[in-house]
T-cell receptor
Framework: GQQLNQSPQSMFIQEGEDVSMNCTSS?????WLWYKQDPGEGPVLLIA?????ELTSNGRLTAQFGITRKDSFLNISASIPSDVGIYFC???????????FGQGTRLTINP | SQTIHQWPATLVQPVGSPLSLECTVE??????LYWYRQAAGRGLQLLFY??????ISSEVPQNLSASRPQDRQFILSSKKLLLSDSGFYLC??????????FGPGTRLLVL
């Protein structure tokens, strides 16, 4: 089936550093979404992107819908301990009734 | 506002026993509903989705089944659990096909 390549798989950073992760695909997507999952909880929506080229911020988080519609990135500025978790990208293919998810990026922050 | 509930939160079941996990959504009508499974430290695997009462699409052949007896109720079932059914089960809803919102999840351990 369709796949999203999410990278990196894991990140180990120092508190205060900026973080960048991305998702790419060989297919065109209509929508890109970014979620964060804390241990033992369901994923929480961070940012939704609906147009190619769209750049959206949510506090210290910024995400962009790639111009080619085949990729998206998420940046986190000045990381803090509560940013720890697994971040998932997801995309909606044209005409599909479901989302395709990346495999996640596990973020660990050293204080 | 919309809320999504899952229960139970945690379940320990013996191999061969039946399973019933419930998901309900409040504050919206005719949602799309989804069941995912997540193995420890892994990504999300879509199991079933439903676009209306009695309409179920299965994504992968498996030991599980899903039903939607009411508009905002989605049930995941099994007649005989296997060890491999252990995992974290997540229900999600969406209005249309774009942005999905996840429930808190049910952790299932089959012994």
């Amino acid at each position: 089936g369709q796949q999203l390549n999410q990278s990196p798989q894991s990140m180990f950073i120092q508190e205060g550093e900026d973080v960048s992760m991305n998702c790419t695909s060989s297919s065109i997507f209509n929508t890109w979404l970014w979620y964060k999952q804390d241990p033992g909880e369901g994923p929480v929506l961070l940012i939704a992107l609906y147009k190619a080229g769209e750049l959206t911020s949510n506090g210290r988080l910024t995400a962009q819908f790639g111009i080619t519609r085949k990729d998206s990135f998420l940046n986190i500025s000045a990381s803090i301990p509560s940013d720890v978790g697994i971040y998932f990208c997801a995309g909606q293919l044209p005409g599909a009734q479901k989302l395709v998810f990346g495999q996640g990026t596990r973020l660990t922050i050293n204080p | 506002s919309q809320t999504i509930h899952q229960w139970p939160a945690t379940l320990v079941q013996p191999v061969g026993s039946p399973l019933s996990l419930e998901c309900t959504v409040e504050g919206t009508s005719n949602p799309n509903l989804y069941w995912y499974r997540q193995a420890a430290g892994r990504g999300l695997q879509l199991l079933f989705y439903s676009v209306g009462i009695g309409q179920i699409s299965s994504e992968v052949p498996q030991n599980l089944s899903a039903s939607r007896p009411q508009d905002r109720q989605f049930i995941l079932s099994s007649k005989k659990l296997l060890l491999s059914d252990s995992g974290f089960y997540l229900c999600a809803w969406s209005r249309g096909v774009e942005t999905q919102y996840f429930g808190p999840g049910t952790r299932l351990l089959v012994l």
